[in-house]
């Protein structure tokens, strides 16, 4: 089992940055693949970033490559994702997801424990 804590979303004007911090609890997190997800209302949970326990598998979407950055403390159990140059179209909640698995993937479905979700607000 993992049990995962978002934090750090707030309302930030666009050009600013904020870093969301995803606090696990659980024997399995330092074997996980970690990702960040995001959904704006209306829209369909996107991949945003996801990274492997080793550091070896690292992988942004698209519209966030360049500006966001994944990271991890296996030691504090915690992962992070540092989002920089926000603008108003990253405007969703953030979830946070581990994949026991192992698998490298983007696709939601494939990880089994989600955190509640955060909310990052961005203001033109």
Known sequence: ????????GGLVQAGESLR???????RTFSSSVMGWFRQAPGKEREF??????????????????????????????TVYLQMNN??????AVYYCAADPGNR???MSTDYTYWGQGTQVTVSS
């Open 20 to 26: 969301l911090s995803c606090a696990a609890s659980g």
């Open 104 to 106: 490298g993937s983007y």
């Open 86 to 91: 926000l603008n108003p179209d990253d405007t």
């Open 48 to 77: 945003v970033a996801g990274m492997s326990w080793s550091g070896i598998w690292i992988y942004y979407g698209d519209s966030v490559k360049g500006r966001f950055t994944i990271s991890r403390d296996d030691a504090k159990k």
């Open 1 to 8: 089992q993992v049990q995962l804590v978002e934090s750090g």
